[in-house]
């Protein structure tokens, strides 16, 4: 029984069809970029990759009634006979990740691997395009030049994203960091020069 397979399967019955920002593929990413800093940063694979899968599957906007005991997580470890203790770990880190973002530090190195590897996917080309897509979703605008209404989604590249490079844990994840930031500040001249007619 390949337990990642399983993993990996479960998050696509979950997310198939989200179009917020949560999407299967989100979770397919964060698992992909976690595994990356994992081996990088030496932590315990198996624990990033199954915490990577399940990081989403009892968020509060998708679970509200499994986000506080993270049910979902649970019952699919458990059904795999995952050991107690890491399964306790495992629910620590979607704690750790799935706390509002300016949380402290998480306490274990895995943890840090996939908070960062979250932190990543809302960065650069693709956190761009999700930040489009979640306030879309919501109804949101794009961008208001009077400054009144401050839930744009240009609002939240500066409420939240552009902080994210100063937040990562890891080593590796602060150097893949840099480059999306670097993208997303490019992003952010170009769309101000287009939005001002000189460009
Ligand atoms: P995750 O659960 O992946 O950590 P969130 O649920 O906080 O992330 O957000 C999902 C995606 O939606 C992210 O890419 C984030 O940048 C984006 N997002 C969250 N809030 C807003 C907002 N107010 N406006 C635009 N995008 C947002
Ligand atoms: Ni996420």
């Not at 402290?104 to 990543?120: F, H, N, W």
């Not at 401050?150 to 590249?157: E, L, S």
């Amino acid at each position: 029984m390949d337990i990642i397979k399983d993993a990996m399967e479960f998050a696509w019955q979950i997310f198939a069809g989200d179009t917020g920002g949560h999407d299967f593929y989100h979770t397919l990413r964060v698992y992909h970029l976690a595994t990356a800093i994992a081996r990088e940063e030496n932590a315990d694979l198996e624990i990033v990759q199954l915490a990577a899968l399940l990081h989403d599957v009892d968020d509060h906007k998708i679970s509200p009634q499994t986000y506080g005991d993270k049910g979902r997580a649970v019952a699919f470890l458990k059904a795999h006979g995952v050991p107690c203790e890491r399964i306790a770990q495992i629910v620590q880190i979607i704690s750790a990740v799935s706390f509002r973002r300016n949380s402290g530090r998480p306490d274990s190195l895995e943890a840090m691997c996939v908070q960062d590897a979250d932190r990543l996917d809302a960065l650069g080309a693709l956190g761009i395009a999700r930040a489009f897509a979640y306030g879309g979703s919501r109804g949101r605008g794009i961008y208001d030049p009077s400054g009144l209404d401050k839930t744009t989604t240009i609002d939240h590249f500066y409420d939240k994203l552009l902080k994210l490079k100063d937040m990562m844990n890891t080593k590796t994840g602060q150097k893949m960091a840099a480059d999306r930031d670097r993208f997303t500040r490019s992003f952010l001249d170009e769309f101000f020069a287009e939005w001002e007619g000189s460009r």
